[in-house]
């Protein structure tokens, strides 16, 4: 069961007796027991305890119905409408709980008693007269069970009265912890000598039949459950969850009751014209301060409908848990038992489960998809810490933890990472999305800036600063001090904010390096609880994690730029495989083409763009579709003596994917391009631009001219041309050796930020 609201559906039931109507106290009972059923799928039930026959009236019932269903509360069973556990009305069940009743004389769990009234009461001055506190004198508890039975066959008046523990018992409540008297119960009346069962009998027979798993009440009824406790375990029967509810009082702190029907009735507010919506959002909201929740239970209107309290109800409760944490409310049992010890019990079984945990092969992820089992879970946790499973080390981080805590399995899924430190993989699988966005950082430290520095830098600098406070000094004050002196150095520029990120941006990296990047816990709080050597080891380990996954990025982008050199077009020129005078090879590095026209069909120009558009690719990536779009035509082999290159490239060359632009002799002159090629020229293609880079656009398509080769023969009125090209060479040069300063820059930084501390 879950810190707030069970795990499976719950039965709860109002329970009214017929002695008056209902009021403003009664209604918020029944809202309470109606929104718990709800809210987890579970069973309302109506049950009426009418066994007080000298109060009874006459037309409580039907009032009672017609007060609920315009409050707008529904119910599953009840006296009106039946249901698998009935009857409803206690005087219906009468012999169930005579049966019951003598089943507890059998195994000696009560006994008759044949006092008169008239003795009980002068016992009872007696007793308050002394300044004693009036109990039962035990006048009968030695009348053996044979006398008993006798007397009883003679018609002799007599009640039954049950044998209470020797010692108090303890009655658990989900909202005022275990409540335990200091003296032992009374030996309490259970049957009444008009053959009735008293409330506290009927209530315990008639929830465990019902099969109640809820029992939500006002907290007048908190010293009686101890009673209801002993009488399960004197059966063995499970007791119901019970949560008592604080009472309404009127101004002078007494409470109301039946007796303020006319000013707090439900009729009376019906008869006023007052909204049901109203009535019930005063009445869930009474003693209880939504304003000190920081939480999205209650929009600006300062009002909920009953289908939001239903699904809001968690958040009632959530304040008396907060204050269970932070000690205002002083109930060491309660937050022992109903959170300390669940987490406890959950840490150790998955601890259990790591240490014979295999990791799986990871290469990348987010941290902790909605998707995430237990397997990828353990995956992500590395040792534990030493005090981690303590109550006391897990109350303080409760106390840290500003999320919510509705369920402690996800309490610890949510703060995994303040009881284990984060694993390799689990800084691995981080990275990308602590660097998502993020570029241009910059820190700065005491004596200088560095500017566009890496994330392993900045940790770096965090663990160093940390380091220099001693043990001793390891303090909320000073770490904090500190800590906000390290964020506020940093500063970095987001992409995804379109902002320069400068006011405590240094916390993302002390939240990815400590709890990789999961958010809830507050940092500085936390550093204490982890203590100074945890603290300064996951930075360390952070540092090296995120160092290691720099350097692939860094060889990543050398390979990158690798490709973007070797990207040249190359044209091998090759001899006449004919000729047994074969030429030495010899290759040429030249641009991509440019200027190469397409021949567009007059008859079908729509045809030709279609036709020609998977052989071009887009020049700017950022505008794909309006060009320039350089060659996409394979890299060929070409003989040496062919003839001198024409400039352009007609459809069919596009198409087919052949270049026909072969060299001849110096002294041949210009090839008609579309002439039959001989049958001693052969085209080769080498390779070709990937398929995926194609992007195909309008247009206009075109390709320059080859650059200039030593080995082609000199061509007429070229000047303009070859001037062109040396332009272009040297553009590339520049290009280059750009390229080489950015990555020797890169290597650099790289390098500082491996060897600063001289380790890797």
């Given at each position: 069961m879950g810190l707030f609201l069970p795990d499976s559906p719950a039965r709860t039931r109002f329970a009214p007796s017929p002695t008056g109507y209902l009021h403003l106290g009664s209604l918020r009972t029944a809202l309470f027991n109606y929104l718990l059923a709800q809210a987890t799928g579970g069973q309302f039930i109506i049950r009426l305890e009418d066994t007080d026959q000298t109060r009874f009236v006459e037309d409580a019932e039907q009032r009672l119905y017609q007060d609920l269903t315009w409050a707008g509360l529904s119910w599953d069973e009840g006296p009106d409408r039946g249901g698998p556990y009935g009857p409803y009305k206690q005087s219906d069940r009468l012999d169930l709980y005579r049966q019951h009743a003598s089943m507890l004389l059998e195994r000696d769990h009560a006994f008759r008693c044949f006092c008169s009234k008239e003795e009980l009461e002068?016992?009872?001055?007696?007793?308050?007269?002394?300044?004693?506190?009036?109990?039962?004198?035990?006048?009968?508890?030695?009348?053996?069970?044979?006398?008993?039975?006798?007397?009883?066959?003679?018609?002799?008046?007599?009640?039954?009265?049950?044998k209470s523990s020797e010692t108090p018992v303890s009655a658990p409540d989900l909202v005022y912890g275990a409540y335990k008297k200091a003296e032992r119960e009374d030996n309490f009346i259970i049957m009444k000598s008009d053959g009735y069962p008293t409330y506290h009998f009927a209530n315990v027979v008639d929830d465990h039949f019902?099969?109640?798993?809820?029992?939500?009440?006002?907290?007048?009824?908190?010293?009686?459950?101890?009673?209801?406790?002993?009488?399960?375990?004197?059966?063995?029967?499970?007791?119901?969850?019970?949560?008592?509810?604080?009472?309404?009082?009127?101004?002078?702190?007494?409470?109301?009751?039946?007796?303020?029907?006319?000013?707090?009735?439900?009729?009376?507010?019906?008869?006023t014209k007052v909204l049901?919506?109203?009535?019930?959002?005063?009445?869930?909201?009474?003693?209880?301060?939504?304003?000190?929740?920081?939480?999205?239970?209650?929009?600006?209107?300062?009002?909920?409908?009953?289908?939001?309290?239903?699904?809001?109800?968690?958040?009632?409760?959530?304040?008396?848990?907060?204050?269970?944490?932070?000690?205002?409310?002083?109930?060491?049992?309660?937050?022992?038992?109903?959170?300390?010890?669940?987490?406890q019990a959950e840490l150790q079984r998955l601890d259990e489960k790591l240490t014979t945990h295999k990791?799986?092969?990871?290469?990348?992820?987010?941290?902790?998809?909605?998707?995430?089992?237990?397997?990828?879970?353990?995956?992500?946790?590395?040792?534990r810490m030493d005090l981690a499973f303590e109550e006391t080390y897990i109350h303080a981080v409760l106390k840290a933890w500003k999320g919510p805590i509705d369920d402690h399995s996800q309490f610890i899924r949510d703060n995994m990472y303040a009881f284990w430190s984060p694993s390799k993989l689990a800084y691995k699988d981080s990275f990308a999305d602590l660097q998502d966005g993020m570029r241009r950082i910059v820190l700065r430290k005491q004596t200088r800036s560095l500017e566009n520095t890496d994330i392993s830098r900045v940790l770096l600098h965090f663990r160093n600063r940390l380091a220099l406070i001693p043990d001793d000094e390891w303090t909320?004050?000073?770490?904090?001090?500190?800590?906000?002196?390290?964020?506020?150095?940093?500063?970095?520029?987001?992409?995804?904010?379109?902002?320069?990120?400068?006011?405590?941006?240094?916390?993302?990296f002390f939240r990815w390096a400590l709890f990789n990047g999961m958010s809830g816990l507050s940092v500085v709080p936390m550093m204490l609880i982890l203590g100074r050597e945890e603290t300064?080891?996951?930075?360390?380990?952070?540092?090296?994690?995120?160092?290691?996954?720099?350097?692939?990025?860094?060889?990543?982008m050398k390979e990158k730029m690798q490709e973007l050199k070797d990207s040249r077009v190359r044209i091998a020129y090759l001899g006449n495989p004919k000729k047994e005078d074969t030429k030495q090879v010899q290759v040429a590095e030249v641009m991509e083409a440019r200027n190469v026209k397409v021949a567009i069909k007059k008859d079908d120009p729509e045809e030709t763009i279609s036709d020609t558009e998977h052989f071009l690719r887009a020049m700017h990536e950022a505008r794909p579709d309006q060009g320039p779009f350089p060659s996409?035509?394979?890299?060929?082999?070409?003989?040496?003596?062919?003839?001198?290159?024409?400039?352009?490239?007609?459809?069919?060359?596009?198409?087919?994917?052949?270049?026909?632009?072969?060299?001849?002799?110096n002294n041949e002159g210009q090839r008609d391009r579309r002439k039959q090629m001989r049958p001693d020229y052969r085209l080769k293609p080498l390779g070709s631009i990937p398929q995926d880079m194609v992007a195909p656009g309008?247009?206009?398509?075109?390709?320059g001219s080859v650059v200039d080769h030593p080995l082609r023969p000199p061509f007429p009125n070229r000047a303009v041309h070859a001037g062109a090209a040396e332009n272009e060479r040297r553009v590339r040069q520049d290009m280059d050796k750009a390229s080489n300063v950015s990555l020797a820059e890169a290597e650099k930084n790289l390098q500082r930020s491996w060897l600063e501390r001289g380790d890797k």
């Open positions: 002068f016992n009872l001055k007696q007793s308050t007269s002394s300044g004693a506190t009036a109990h039962y004198p035990g006048t009968c508890t030695g009348i053996s069970q044979a006398e008993s039975n006798r007397r009883a066959a003679n018609g002799e008046p007599h009640t039954i009265r049950f019902m099969k109640i798993t809820h029992v939500i009440r006002g907290a007048e009824w908190l010293i009686s459950t101890p009673k209801h406790v002993e009488l399960y375990n004197a059966f063995g029967w499970q007791p119901p969850n019970f949560a008592h509810v604080g009472l309404l009082v009127d101004q002078q702190r007494q409470k109301l009751s039946k007796r303020d029907i006319d000013n707090i009735g439900i009729s009376v507010f019906r008869d049901p919506e109203a009535l019930l959002n005063f009445s869930v909201l009474l003693g209880w301060d939504p304003g000190l929740q920081n939480k999205p239970h209650l929009d600006k209107r300062g009002r909920l409908t009953l289908d939001e309290m239903k699904q809001n109800l968690k958040y009632f409760q959530n304040r008396f848990i907060r204050d269970l944490i932070s000690g205002e409310v002083a109930d060491p049992p309660a937050l022992g038992n109903r959170i300390l010890k669940p987490i990791p799986r092969n990871k290469t990348s992820g987010s941290v902790l998809p909605a998707g995430m089992d237990e397997f990828d879970f353990l995956d992500h946790l590395s040792t909320l004050e000073e770490v904090g001090n500190r800590a906000k002196e390290l964020v506020d150095a940093v500063e970095y520029y987001d992409t995804k904010k379109e902002q320069i990120m400068n006011h405590g941006a240094g916390w993302r300064l080891q996951r930075l360390r380990e952070a540092r090296r994690a995120a160092a290691r996954r720099e350097e692939v990025a860094l060889n990543a996409q035509v394979p890299i060929r082999e070409y003989t040496l003596n062919a003839s001198p290159p024409v400039q352009f490239l007609d459809q069919t060359e596009f198409k087919s994917g052949y270049r026909s632009l072969l060299h001849g002799t309008p247009g206009p398509f075109y390709a």
